[in-house]
């Protein structure tokens, strides 16, 4: 028999038969997990004041459904391992899972039955009930509910009426049937009211963030729009029970995008277009941070968003963007307007270069931009740049610059991540850099123009031999007119082959650029708006414990200091949604030391789910992509933060395999590994055998990377079997 949750209940409360149970006993008594798991479960059943699962809950562990399922031995078996692994991991639905199998199991074994009420006694529970249904209460909601119970307490509290002499009594129901129908109506009526308010609630966006107006250059409010934004900021959500919390984090179905780097502003040695051939300045570090952005899967065509990716060198800025060198007398009409940032849910990081060297940090809502602004876009954040008529709306991750041509027209360069350019007015003129696309885009009104730039990186790939790729589309949701251009905006020396050097993009069609040849472009043909685009306009709404989480970071954030500092103060929190994003931006700023410890993290309480452990993957393969300095530092990090010894080792996992040329024996190791001690040992290795066996589904619902070795024994004999079975096939 199978030591699982189920049977392991089963054993506790005494519904096993004889033979069964001396079979599970030696095997609880042989593990040194399960008896610890026994003892939770006695502690978590007997702790006065644990929460419980709300009854309206949705998923898998919060539907009361799915419990009711399990304790009735009908949850389908796709779904019976998962429901276990949640209960494994929370005490709150331990407790409701271990409770209720007991009192099942006490009446399955024979307890005494409940004697019916009799009257008097139905008639006391009944206005027991009811004085507390009427009871005085400050909540208005209800007051119907509240009126109609007193009503019934007090036609309950009067003495019935004589019969006069002579008359026979009407046939009438009896006191206890119109007792229990007025009970009955007056709950359904209160539980109607909670569930209304309680929906009504739940409707309600969280504002975390204020919004302030765009400035006019002639007038900065950098003053006037910062305490908005620290007001809208102390409005804090209660937060969730440290269980619930974790639980409720990472929606894995939403795999949260990890982040760029932008760190020192370098994926490969290679400075952004604004610093195209200059010197560093003196003092700049010679390899600055980078950033890790989130992996998505690579796209050819753009009728699916998620199609679009997008090839990148490695995008560096090794030292700040300089200003272009102002043309001799400029007239004063000429100068370009100050952009001010508009926080829009969004925290939005910009470059400082002073006597102290150059570092990240905040840049308060409504401040004027800077005529050259390096910025980069933490975890969760949607910040939005506004400079008149144009509107620009960045994605997390996103790293790039703001600048000016010299005849005024704005200039946006997205080194790695997204945006979305958007404007009011009849016609705008703005300048774009996108990997090898520069150009400038002639907007129409309210006709918005995507911008994406993704580094690309094969499965298996070292990047301290081989440098990734990049590539860079930009989406027309409108009818826009492209022109290629040099960085300053003047007309091209030499156009990319593909497309024209003045073409039009008509609404849907997009231009494609990939660094594998990169003196071409090509024109896709029309399709859906991507989803990324969507994703921006909706401002990342949805996602409500992540955008929590930037509210509390750009708070963390607000006060002097040091930027790196905060954040590994906020990586150390309670919170599982703050230290992902901490860590993450972290990760964002060429920082991966608190990145491979929370993805190494498998204490009690601690290691993440193993949807979030995916999210800190996401930014390990985004390093990765941006070419070898960042893979440089990283293994650095996996040497001095992953298990003792074993960094080398952590990083060829984290490599990722080659699903067309696997080797047998390295799939071998790859099994021997599934029973490592270390944590994220199993989980590098369970995901690389699920890319490289792609068919094994059944061995890989049997698995779980966070389970003991004793319950993933009968699944790596599934996949020893699989794996021995494959080699078979490939030998001559």
Not at 193 to 222: F, H, I, N, Y
Request: hydrophobic content about 45%; aromatic content about 4%.
């Amino acid at each position: 028999m199978r030591l699982t949750l189920r049977t392991l209940l089963a054993y506790l409360d005494g519904l096993l038969p004889e033979e069964h149970r001396a079979e599970l006993e030696a095997k609880v008594n042989s593990s040194a997990v399960v008896p610890q798991l026994v003892a939770r479960i006695r502690d978590v059943v007997s702790r006065p004041g644990l929460a419980a699962p709300r009854t309206d809950g949705r998923g898998l562990a919060e539907d009361p459904n799915t419990v009711a399922e399990f304790l009735d031995n009908a949850l389908p078996a796709e779904r019976l391992e998962a429901f276990e692994r949640i209960c494994i991991d929370s005490d709150i639905h331990l407790a409701e899972t271990a409770d209720c199998h007991a009192a099942l199991a006490e009446l399955a074994a024979g307890a005494a039955e409940i004697a019916p009420l009799d009257q008097d006694a139905a008639r006391r529970v009944l206005m027991h009930v009811v004085s507390h249904l009427g009871e005085p209460t400050h909540d208005t909601d209800h007051a119907e509910s509240l009126a109609m119970a007193r009503q019934v307490r007090k036609a309950m509290s009067e003495p019935p009426r004589r019969q006069a002499a002579g008359k026979k009594p009407a046939p009438r129901a009896s006191l206890a049937a119109w007792l229990s129908a007025a009970v009955a109506v007056v709950l359904v009526v209160a539980l109607a009211g909670l569930l209304v308010r309680s929906l009504w609630k739940s409707t309600r966006p969280p504002q975390d963030v204020a919004v302030a107006a765009p400035v006019a250059p002639e007038a900065p409010a950098g003053e006037d729009a910062e305490p908005a934004a620290e007001a809208d900021g102390a409005a804090e959500p209660a937060a969730a029970p440290r269980d619930q919390a974790a639980e409720e984090s990472l929606p894995a179905a939403v795999p949260q995008p990890a982040i760029p780097d932008p760190a020192a502003a370098v994926v490969d040695n290679q400075p952004l277009p604004a610093d195209r051939g200059e010197p560093a300045q003196p003092g700049e570090p010679s390899e600055p941070s980078e950033p890790a952005l989130p992996a998505e899967p690579a796209v050819t065509a753009v009728a699916d968003a998620s199609a679009v990716r997008l090839p990148m060198m490695e995008a560096a800025i090794e030292g700040p963007i300089e200003p272009d060198p102002p043309a001799a007398e400029p007239p004063p009409e000429a100068e370009p307007p100050a952009a001010a940032m508009v926080a829009d849910g969004g925290l939005l990081l910009h470059r400082v270069i002073d006597d102290a060297g150059s570092r990240w940090k905040r840049l308060p809502p409504g401040e004027p931009l800077a005529p050259t602004e390096q910025f980069v876009v933490p975890a969760a954040c949607y910040p939005v740049m506004t400079e008149g008529s144009l509107t620009i709306t960045l994605l997390p991750g996103s790293l790039g610059s703001l600048r000016h041509d010299p005849d005024g027209t704005p200039r946006v360069e997205i080194a790695f991540g997204r945006g979305i350019v958007w404007s009011e007015a009849a016609e705008q003129r703005v300048g774009v850099i996108a990997g090898g696309l520069v150009g400038v885009a002639s907007l129409g009104p309210r006709q918005p123009l995507g911008i994406s730039v993704e580094l690309l990186r094969a499965p298996g790939g070292d990047p301290l031999v081989a440098p990734p790729g990049q590539q860079a589309v930009v989406f027309a949701g409108g009818g826009t007119r492209w022109q290629q251009t040099d960085f300053e905006g003047q007309p091209a020396a030499a156009v990319l082959a593909g497309i024209d050097r003045e073409q039009p993009l008509p609404r849907g069609t997009a231009i494609q650029w990939l660094s594998s040849d990169p003196a071409a472009a090509r024109l896709l043909p029309a399709g859906r708006q991507p989803a990324r685009m969507q994703e921006a306009s909706a401002g990342g709404r949805g996602r409500l414990w992540a955008a929590r989480a930037a509210g509390r970071m750009a708070r963390q954030l607000a006060a002097d200091g040091s930027t790196e500092e905060a954040l590994r103060q906020m990586a150390a929190s309670r919170r599982p949604e703050d230290r992902l994003a901490a860590a993450t931006t972290l990760a964002l700023l060429g920082d991966y030391d608190e990145l491979v410890r929370l993805l190494c993290e498998d204490r009690p309480g601690q290691k993440l789910l193993e949807s979030q452990w995916e999210t800190l993957d996401q930014a390990v393969q985004l390093a990765l992509a941006r070419g070898e300095n960042a893979s440089a530092r990283l293994l650095q990090s996996f040497r001095a933060q992953g298990p003792a010894g074993r960094g080398e080792e952590l990083f060829r996992l984290a490599l990722g395999v080659d699903p067309s040329g696997f080797p047998a024996a390295d799939a071998a190791a790859l099994v021997a590994s599934l029973e490592d001690p270390a944590l994220v040992i199993r989980r590098y290795a369970f995901k690389n055998l699920k890319a490289a066996f792609p068919d094994q589904t059944e061995a890989a619902w049997a698995y779980a990377p966070d389970r003991s070795r004793l319950l993933n024994d009968d699944a790596v004999s599934r996949w020893r079997r699989a794996v021995e079975s494959a080699a078979a096939e490939a030998a001559p």
